[in-house]
């Protein structure tokens, strides 16, 4: 398929122009890509979608990754990974013959502002779009600011909400509408090839980490302004390399049996890809691919795929559609209603944040998931629904539970503040059919620990977690959780902007 064909069917689809100025051909020279979120040199429809624009303008491209020292729950953690993932991005990147410019923010390389400088001599901005996080305010506050055309590019999802075509309220009517699309989108053609290589070097003397050592890695991040309590997981790295090697792993080891042993914590039954899958290392694709090539067998694929095409996108699809997807205001208003009419409830008990936060309540199942959470940077799903419920007992109110269970999972694990951690957040929440009214829940169904306790195993393996040591991390006074007071409408409303010529390079359009 022709450059022009894949633009035109598959790239203008995951595109939505974020503002309306021009694209600015004379005195530019380059095609700016900016990645945030979506850390990966190939298979990269972002990076794609810059390509055939830059094809248009006869123009080279050039990619930006930056790293601030504020962005909320900054820290040693975050910082370790995301640097993995944006040094492969650059080396993939550089193989395709194009040009990365990757700069850290430190006490003692304190620029910033160097996105802004280097969008003057952009023609226009191509950067990926993300339904939360600051990914999503960054963009809209970059194409408000920026004088020429901010294009958004998903290259999260599969199928990008374009092809979606409408709103589903529903998993099941999302599955449906997603899995009729599926083969489209799995034939979606990739790595544009490139030919012209940007030549660009660093503003104002700010030292790019370009090619930066592995080794002096540590060196960096102990120089930035961050959260140092929260220390690098020891399980994974952030790279492609450490991301392929790992999804065959999953493959071979995970895969099979995943529908009958995902529900149990203490066997490794699922495939720990969502760090990967929440930075951009992996894309959707990847993964599916990598399905399609295993043994396993249908009933494994379907409940696999299932969770991977149907929850997750239908989680990005429902963010997307939400002004504020972090806002306790989303739940259901029967939930809040009843939630709120148990506000005065006397709870089993109020534990301090610093408590919760080092998983040293009375109940060994709960703590031990805090714990993976805490030192692994990541937590079974089984045993976050039973943690995300319980917080609503042991907090003052529901409110007060939302923003620590948020806050919780958005500072120590590695795929939070995504569009799953708050759809999934909903559900312990009380986004789901309703039960009879008790004290404190009032109709948000509860979880016990029964069920947990009685697969096979846990009692040894619970009793194994619970002797692993622990960082000892730095305990905030309130659990804080980022509103977004600027956030106004959704993001599917811009897309009644976004005109399809939009997408394309009119003579009209450039200046
Ligand atoms: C309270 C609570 C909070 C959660 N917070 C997050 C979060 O912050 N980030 C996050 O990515 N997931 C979150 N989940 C969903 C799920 O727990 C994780 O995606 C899963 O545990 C990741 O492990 P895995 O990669 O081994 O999953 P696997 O079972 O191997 O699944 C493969 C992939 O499918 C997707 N997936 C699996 N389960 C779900 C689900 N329930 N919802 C959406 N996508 C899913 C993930 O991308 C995952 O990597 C949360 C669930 C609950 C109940």
């Known amino acids: 398929m022709k450059s022009d064909q894949i633009f035109e069917s598959y790239l203008t689809k995951r595109s939505r122009s974020l503002n309306s100025k021009p694209i600015k051909k004379s005195g530019t020279h ?10 990966r040199g190939v298979n990269n429809p972002v990076i794609d979608a810059a ?12 990619i930006y990754h930056g790293l601030g020292q504020h962005y909320p729950h900054a820290s040693d953690r975050f910082h370790q990974f995301i640097l993995e993932a944006s040094k492969s991005l650059e080396e993939d990147a550089a193989r395709r013959g194009l040009k ?24 226009l901005v191509v950067l990926d779009d993300q339904p939360a996080f600051v990914g999503r305010w960054h963009a809209q506050s970059v194409a408000n600011k920026l004088e020429r055309r901010v294009v958004a590019v998903d290259g999260a999802r599969l199928i990008p909400e374009i092809a979606l075509g409408s709103t589903f309220s529903t998993t099941p009517s999302f599955r449906a509408r997603h899995t009729s699309l599926r083969s489209k989108w799995l ?4 790595n544009l090839s490139n030919d012209l290589m940007a030549d660009v070097d660093l503003p104002d003397n700010a030292t ?27 399980w994974c790295s952030g790279s492609r390399r450490s991301a392929i090697k790992h ?31 929440h930075f951009g290392v992996l894309g959707p694709g990847d993964v599916v691919a990598a399905v399609n090539e295993s043994d396993a067998s249908s009933r494994d694929s379907w409940k ?16 997307f559609n939400t002004p504020d997807p972090t806002s306790y205001d989303n739940l259901p208003t029967a939930a809040k209603a009843s939630l709120s009419s148990h506000s005065s409830d006397s709870r089993e008990h109020l534990y301090p944040l610093g408590t919760l936060i080092h998983g040293e309540t009375d109940d060994a199942v709960w703590n031990v998931g805090q714990r993976q959470f805490l030192r692994d940077g990541w937590m079974h799903n089984n045993l976050r629904m039973y943690w995300g419920k319980r917080l609503l007992a042991w907090t003052k109110t529901p409110q007060i539970a939302w923003q620590t269970a948020c806050y919780i999972n958005d500072r120590f694990s590695l795929d939070g503040r995504d569009p799953a951690t708050y759809g999934n957040m909903q559900w312990c929440f009380g986004a789901s059919k309703p039960s009879k009214d008790k004290p404190v829940y009032g109709t948000v169904p509860i979880k016990s620990n029964k069920a947990l306790l009685s697969k096979s195993g846990m009692t040894q393996w619970l009793n194994d977690e619970l002797e692993k040591a622990i960082p000892r991390v730095a305990v905030p006074q309130q659990p804080t959780v980022r509103s977004h007071p600027k956030a106004s409408g959704s993001l599917a409303a811009q897309l009644a902007l976004n005109e399809r010529n939009e997408m394309r390079v009119d003579k009209d359009d450039t200046q």
């Open 208 to 234: 790019p980490i370009n090619m930066l050592q592995s080794n002096k890695l540590g060196k960096l991040i102990s120089d930035c302004d961050i959260d140092h309590t929260v220390p690098p997981v020891q």
């Open 51 to 62: 390509i055939a624009f830059s094809r248009q303008l006869n123009q080279p491209v050039l």
């Open 247 to 277: 999804l065959n792993w999953a493959m071979v080891q995970q895969f099979p049996n995943y529908a009958s042993k995902r529900n149990n914590p203490s066997e490794t039954g699922t495939t720990y890809l969502s760090p990967y899958l």
């Open 187 to 190: 034939d979606e053609p990739n």
């Open 304 to 319: 696999f795929l299932d969770e991977l095409l149907t929850w997750r996108e239908y989680f990005h699809h429902r963010a």
């Open 30 to 39: 380059y095609v700016l890509c900016w990645l945030q979120q979506t850390l």
């Open 100 to 123: 990365v410019i990757r700069f850290v923010e430190s006490q003692s390389n304190p620029h910033n502002g160097i996105f802004y400088t280097l969008a003057k001599k952009a023609s």
